[in-house]
């Protein structure tokens, strides 16, 4: 309707105001009048790639756009709440100076960032929102506004199980009102199986297949640029793997923590997600079996290198639970498998497998 007098800021998932369509249409945030105009616009936004200063050359394909009702803002501040270990629960960061990084307004100006920890029991009072409020400097009306706003937020927080929700700017228009104009929400993914339909929005569409292939099956890959395979038990062994592979001048292709509960059938799963990299030349496996039995390592890896006909060079090592009999598995298997008993000696042998 041309009656309409407002500005409607069209804006694709991920698009940012200087990207560049595949279309020709220059801008990834779009504002407009015209209602009757937003349909066009979409169409040369939606299946066409928009490219970004943090995206490929190629861009990143736009599957969906957002319209809202432009509002007009006197007035920004940040709010943030999060998780914070030193407090053992949600502390609410807020500062008046909003529209730009809490973290550039702590180091230039400490004074304006209020960090106020909550009790995770007794949730944030009535009392303490206003006080907020005020130390946000907002004033008159719009104060018990914020305050209700605030409440609201950490409602939220808790509710959805959010690890952090950051609100920047959280301002005034010239109306008067009290919006949340930006929000950034993070979610704990321990707290999937509550929040079904949260994570059933998860938008997958630009996730490497082969990182959404080992979630289904509960192991953390990560894919790399390296040529070195890596499956390992626990986090900080897989970092301290990558490590000693770049140490003995290899390069890692992957990060892959396959856990403390896992089964023959992951790690033979684990290993199909290994050699769909073309770029693998060699594949180290290093397990410290505290929680884990190296038989049922070893057990996978047989099964695995069996059924896929594995011809890369395989390096295992293996420490702690039930090794013996791991290894027994293993030497009586008649694979080609290389094992070795300190993590040095074996990294540096499955590097030089990449050298040849």
Same mark, same amino acid.
């Given at each position: 309707?041309?009656?309409?007098?407002?500005?409607?800021?069209?804006?694709?998932?991920?698009?940012?105001?200087?990207?560049?369509? =595949?279309?020709?249409?220059?801008?990834?945030?779009?504002?407009?009048?015209?209602?009757?105009?937003?349909?066009?616009?979409?169409? @040369?936004?939606?299946?066409?790639?928009? /490219?970004?200063? @943090?995206?490929?050359?190629?861009?990143?394909?736009?599957?969906? /756009?957002? %319209?809202?009702?432009?509002? *007009?803002?006197?007035?920004?501040?940040?709010?943030?709440?999060?998780?914070?270990?030193? $407090?053992?629960?949600?502390?609410? %960061?807020? =500062?008046?100076?909003?529209?730009?990084?809490?973290?550039?307004?702590?180091?230039?100006?400490?004074?304006?960032?209020?960090?106020?920890?909550?009790?995770?029991?007794?949730?944030?009072?009535?009392?303490?929102?206003?006080?907020?409020?005020?130390?946000?400097?907002?004033?008159?009306?719009?104060?018990? @506004?914020?305050?209700?706003?605030?409440?609201?937020?950490?409602?939220? $927080?808790?509710? /959805?199980?959010?690890?952090?929700?950051?609100?920047?700017? $959280?301002?005034?228009?010239?109306? *008067?009102?009290?919006?949340? &104009? #930006?929000?950034?929400?993070? &979610?704990? #993914?321990?707290?999937? &199986?509550?929040?079904?339909?949260?994570?059933?929005?998860?938008?997958?569409?630009?996730?490497?297949?082969?990182?959404?292939?080992?979630?289904?099956?509960?192991?953390?890959?990560?894919?790399?640029?390296?040529?070195?395979?890596?499956?390992? !038990?626990?986090?900080?062994?897989?970092?301290?793997?990558?490590?000693?592979?770049?140490?003995?001048?290899?390069?890692? +292709?992957?990060?892959?923590?396959?856990?403390?509960?896992?089964?023959?059938?992951?790690?033979?799963?684990?290993?199909?997600?290994?050699? @769909?990299?073309?770029?693998?030349?060699?594949? &180290?496996? !290093?397990?410290?079996?505290?929680?884990?039995?190296?038989?049922?390592?070893?057990?996978?890896?047989?099964?695995?290198?069996?059924?896929?006909?594995?011809?890369?060079?395989?390096?295992?090592?293996?420490?702690? =639970?039930?090794?013996?009999?791991?290894?027994?598995?293993?030497?009586?298997?008649?694979?080609?498998?290389?094992?070795? #008993?300190?993590? #040095?000696?074996? +990294?540096?042998? %499955?590097?030089?497998?990449?050298?040849?």
């Amino acid at each position: 309707s041309s009656g309409i007098n407002a500005e409607w800021p069209l804006r694709p998932g991920g698009g940012r105001g200087k990207g560049i369509f =595949s279309s020709g249409l220059k801008g990834g945030v779009k504002l407009s009048k015209d209602p009757g105009e937003i349909g066009k616009l979409t169409e @040369q936004m939606i299946g066409y790639n928009l /490219v970004t200063k @943090q995206t490929t050359a190629d861009g990143s394909p736009v599957s969906t /756009v957002m %319209v809202a009702k432009a509002l *007009n803002i006197v007035k920004e501040t940040s709010l943030a709440i999060v998780l914070d270990r030193t $407090f053992g629960g949600p502390v609410i %960061v807020a =500062s008046p100076d909003g529209g730009v990084d809490i973290e550039e307004v702590a180091e230039k100006t400490p004074e304006r960032v209020y960090k106020i920890p909550v009790d995770i029991f007794e949730g944030i009072s009535e009392a303490a929102a206003l006080d907020l409020a005020h130390k946000l400097e907002f004033t008159g009306d719009a104060v018990p @506004q914020a305050a209700k706003e605030i409440l609201k937020l950490y409602e939220l $927080f808790v509710g /959805v199980d959010a690890t952090q929700v950051e609100i920047n700017p $959280f301002g005034l228009t010239d109306t *008067n009102e009290v919006v949340c &104009f #930006d929000a950034k929400i993070n &979610f704990d #993914d321990n707290a999937q &199986f509550r929040q079904k339909e949260i994570f059933a929005m998860e938008d997958t569409s630009e996730s490497d297949p082969r990182e959404l292939e080992a979630a289904a099956y509960d192991l953390n890959y990560i894919a790399m640029d390296g040529n070195i395979a890596c499956l390992v !038990n626990g986090a900080g062994l897989a970092m301290a793997t990558m490590d000693i592979i770049q140490l003995h001048g290899g390069s890692p +292709a992957n990060f892959l923590d396959v856990g403390g509960k896992v089964q023959a059938e992951q790690v033979e799963k684990a290993f199909n997600i290994l050699t @769909q990299d073309p770029a693998v030349k060699a594949i &180290f496996v !290093n397990i410290f079996g505290g929680i884990v039995d190296c038989r049922v390592i070893a057990t996978g890896i047989i099964s695995a290198c069996t059924k896929n006909k594995l011809v890369l060079p395989l390096v295992v090592r293996l420490k702690g =639970s039930n090794v013996e009999a791991a290894r027994e598995l293993l030497e009586g298997s008649g694979l080609d498998i290389m094992t070795f #008993d300190m993590m #040095d000696d074996a +990294a540096e042998a %499955v590097v030089k497998c990449t050298m040849k």
